[in-house]
């Protein structure tokens, strides 16, 4: 990285770059290549320097750079050219590519080779608060192609700085490139006709075709979309004409008697080399097949085609195009027209009137862009519907007067989806599910948005609890937390008995920030003495064993004995007021390997070292692991295997959401439970029970007292910075843990986690209510 770093310090002191427009990215002159390879081969000179400077002028032709651009504000602030390895781009100073722009986290994201020799590079979010996005679309990774254009924040709040990659094609590669399109011209249509005789019907790989995730709650409701919302309308006669004319008008006048494919288009956008140029088929085809993929090479364009040709052999027109109004991503999480209607009309598709129509459809080619939410340029959408309704009237699907009527016809857009800014309902909680299917249980392959389809998922979360966790942690945060300092919180509630996750509150507005907390690694702070205590319990301690209050390497002696060497204080006194030098005496006397042990036993899978600082809850952890470990005790000592996925369904098999009850068995996929496992003897777990619960009533938490039954444990780092409470009732069998600080660590002197056991209480005894 030493020399990553020097390379980015040279690239910066020459200052900024002179503006550009994106496309406007300077690049070597290829000329000098060929002119190099033709005096090689034209100058007499003898046979081995010949060879040597043929082989040099073809590297040459070879080899042609990547670079990064930053964008900010339409400028191009700094260029940096990748020679392998990995880069760092955020406010850091260290960062290789510093981007000191409002939304951009410290390091916001990296990119990197993944292997030597790798024609190209790697991009990936480096769990920024703001979120990395391309085209539109948040995304976790990213396979870097020439002209991919990445935003540091979302696109809907202003221009977000903007990272270019680049990497053209070298002299050879151009050479070769015009080469294929050559080729693909002069055997379009043997290649059509080859392609023809293999056809998507009669079990073929794509007959299956893709669709978003559905995620649903335990009473059945969709939460992964706004609350009312559906996947799609039954028949393609249920969308309104106008509708799929406005379609047919605007992305694909040749629909009707094409053969799959806009050649025209197709051809100029490999010319251009550009994006776009697809008909409606081959736009399905992406959409449905997630290996075509949507970088901007010839290799798509060809697979494109082939699915595209698949489709048409094996699909009537009708159904295409009603797979096209079903899953057309038109903004702000909406998949499908549907969707995209109950979002900004509160309406279903079927009722849309020809200017609503042709609003939805004038969003397609940029969704985020053009939606009415843009603040930058609210009159985009308004601009596009009257270019689609124009359109319609070319194609003769409107009368003059009609197309005079549409366009004076207002937007009236449902003001909602611009607050929400994300078409979720937990969205928090559905990013968990997809992660959970990705995962090694699951292992299903949804890492792009084109390849989150033809699943749902039935979840654990109780729509009840969750609403109340929601509204309990925003009503904290701007009352008592905010007054404390504290601007986010995060929160999850499960059942101790089952390890289901009945509410999961990833921070305190999504639309701002869609990091999600509950899965950050924060300081525990004394929320970790659960291990220590638990050690020195197995180890034969008891709670009222006296332990000494003397101080201990730097750590001051406890209250109880004012830190002389006579004091001494109880197992369960020290335990109650947090005493550091109680914890520490305890991990020394059960063994700091022990600790360490015991915290991995219960699911803590972030670094540890065996040192103090980690026994005081000085190493980072997880809010989720930490709530899963206390789970355990709560449950007698037993395992708790934490889960937000009840049901699969594979709706390729099983056809639609609608007939989930009648799927075959071979769509449905019940997750095998996890064998118990006695992971604390019960005694154990009992001692450690009632110390948890001395802490409530008459220790750090007692603000917690207001649930009657309440066990739990405060923690608080230095200066506020990060401040908790994870406890649960025994009578309503949920466990909560709750975090609350600052995104970018600020000290909150004010909090501890005596206030986060106040927020506890509220919320617990909401949900048992």
Known sequence: MAGTTERASALRESGPAAPLSPGEASAPEPAAGWADLWQALSTPAPAGGRRRAVAAALGELKHHGAWLELWIGGRCHQRLALEGGRYRIGRDPLCELQADATGVSRVHMIVEQERPGNRNYHGEDFGSANGLFHRDRRIRAIHLRDGDRLQLGSPLKGEAPTVLYRHPRSPLGQLLHWGAIGALVGSGLGLGGLLLATTVSGGSSIRSVSGPVKVFSTDGRQIDAAEGSSTALPTLA??????????????????????GIDLFGTLRSLVQGTGGGSGLTQQVARMVYPAVG??????????????????????????????YLDRAYLGLGAEGFEQAAQLYFRKSASGLDVAESAFLVGLLPSPNSYSPCNEENPTWGRERRDLVLGRMHAEGYLSDQALIEARRRPLNIDPSACRTSSYSSYPFFSDYVIGELEGRRFALDLSS??????????????????????????????????????????????????GAILAYVGGGDYSRSSFDRVQALRQPGSTFKLFPFLAALEAGVKPGDAISCAPLAYVAGCRHGGGSGGGSTSVASGFASSENVVALRLAQQAGLGKVVAKARQLGISTPMEESFSMV????????????????????????????????????????SVRSLSSCPAAGVTTPIGERPQQLIEPAVAAEMDALLRGVVTGGTGTAAGVVADARGKTGTTDNGVDVLFVGYSPSSRILTGIWMGNDDNRPAEAASGALVAQLWGQVMRALAG
């Open 238 to 259: 249920d969308y309104p004409l106008h509708l799929r004319q406005a379609l047919i008008a605007s992305e694909d006048s040749r629909f009707g008697w094409n053969s």
């Open 294 to 323: 949507t970088d901007v090479s010839v290799a798509r364009k060809l697979r494109e085609l082939w699915v595209a040709w698949q489709l048409e052999a094996g699909f009537s027109k009708n159904r295409i195009l009603k797979m």
């Open 449 to 498: 948005a084109e390849a989150r389809g033809n699943y749902a998922v039935i979840s654990s979360i109780d729509p009840r609890l969750q609403a109340i966790a929601q509204k309990q942690l925003k009503a904290f945060l701007e009352g008592p937390g905010g007054r404390a300092g504290l601007t986010q919180g995060a929160l999850i509630s499960i059942d101790y008995g089952t």
């Open 616 to 655: 005081l809850g000085g190493k980072e952890t997880y809010l989720y692991e930490l709530a899963r470990a206390y789970a355990v005790v709560a449950n007698g000592g037993r395992s708790v295997p934490l889960h937000g996925v009840n049901r699969i369904y594979d709706l390729g098999i099983c056809g």
